[in-house]
């Protein structure tokens, strides 16, 4: 469970816990329910509980393994931070990328008051990268959260975004990743809502990735955005 990710803004990814259960709006057309759901169709071993909440014990020592640093989105099939992952488990993820410092990893969660909880007992790193998602302006309390978390960086995806996100509090947010929704039944992202949020990176100085306009695999519209290409990423802090 350890892939080459065609997601843009990270070069792999890491499942050692798979399976979710929704939480907010931004959940309703889960890519990684679908997947889940097709890798458990196709007898995949890994997949047999579906989309339920799986603990991947054999896949906590992959990254030790890998010969090349790469840039690694942790847990793209569920969320670590989910009511029914353990502490302990958590903990031992932490554990392996704070040892493992050659990589950078990058952590995305929903939920952000269980992350703020706990954020303080766990072995942090510069190579750890702390995102939280917010899909809508009903959201923008998860930033608060993530404010409160000892990361060298902290990063928000507003994918898939629903609303228009005005006056967002960018303070101590490292990095933005801007993306619309895609595949069946995919909700439509204007694009006045995503060139608001580029401005509000701009004058915040806080590095702009535009990921997607989203759509269904048909009719995809790529990543052009006001003619341009957005691909900033933040600067990486120094390890010693």
Same mark, same amino acid.
């Not at 759901?37 to 169709?41: F, I």
């Not at 929704?181 to 401005?199: F, N, Q, T, V, Y």
């Not at 006001?226 to 010693?240: N, Y």
């Given at each position: 469970?350890?892939f080459?990710?065609?997601?843009?803004?990270?070069?792999?990814?890491?499942n050692?816990?798979s399976?979710?259960?929704?939480?907010?709006?931004?959940?309703?057309?889960c890519?990684?329910?679908?997947?889940a759901?097709?890798?458990?169709?196709m007898?995949?071993?890994?997949?047999?509980?579906?989309?339920?909440?799986? &603990?991947? *014990?054999?896949?906590?020592? +992959? !990254?030790?393994?890998?010969?090349?640093?790469?840039? #690694?989105? $942790?847990? @793209?099939?569920?969320?670590?931070?989910?009511?029914?992952?353990?502490?302990?488990?958590?903990?031992?993820?932490?554990?392996?990328?704070?040892?493992?410092?050659?990589?950078?990893?990058?952590?995305?969660t929903?939920?952000?008051?269980? &992350?703020? *909880?706990?954020a303080?007992? +766990? !072995?942090?790193?510069?190579?750890?990268?702390?995102? #939280?998602? $917010?899909? @809508?302006a009903?959201?923008?309390?998860?930033?608060?959260?993530?404010?409160?978390?000892?990361?060298?960086i902290?990063?928000?995806?507003?994918?898939?975004?629903?609303?228009?996100?005005?006056?967002?509090?960018?303070?101590?947010?490292?990095?933005?990743?801007v993306g619309g929704?895609?595949?069946?039944?995919?909700?439509?992202?204007?694009?006045?809502?995503?060139?608001?949020?580029?401005?509000?990176?701009i004058?915040s100085?806080v590095?702009?990735f535009?990921?997607?306009w989203?759509?269904?695999?048909?009719?995809?519209?790529g990543?052009?955005l006001?003619?341009?290409?957005?691909?900033?990423?933040?600067?990486?802090?120094?390890?010693?």
């Open positions: 469970m350890a080459k990710s065609k997601i843009e803004w990270t070069e792999s990814t890491w050692p816990v399976g979710c259960s929704k939480i907010s709006l931004g959940c309703n057309n890519y990684a329910e679908r997947m759901n097709r890798l458990q169709a007898g995949n071993p890994s997949y047999a509980n579906g989309f339920e909440v799986t &603990l991947h *014990e054999k896949m906590l020592n +992959l !990254p030790f393994t890998w010969r090349d640093s790469r840039v #690694v989105f $942790v847990n @793209s099939m569920s969320d670590l931070f989910h009511e029914d992952v353990p502490y302990e488990f958590i903990l031992k993820v932490f554990k392996v990328m704070a040892t493992t410092k050659q990589h950078s990893y990058q952590i995305l929903k939920r952000s008051e269980r &992350l703020r *909880e706990i303080k007992e +766990l !072995p942090w790193s510069v190579n750890i990268w702390m995102g #939280v998602t $917010v899909e @809508s009903h959201y923008t309390h998860r930033l608060d959260d993530l404010r409160k978390v000892p990361t060298a902290r990063f928000v995806s507003f994918e898939p975004l629903l609303t228009a996100i005005p006056n967002v509090d960018l303070t101590d947010i490292s990095w933005a990743i929704e895609s595949g069946p039944h995919c909700r439509e992202m204007k694009p006045e809502w995503a060139l608001d949020l580029r401005d509000q990176c004058a100085n590095p702009f535009f990921k997607q989203g759509g269904t695999r048909r009719a995809k519209s990543r052009i006001d003619g341009c290409t957005w691909s900033q990423m933040p600067t990486q802090p120094i390890a010693f």
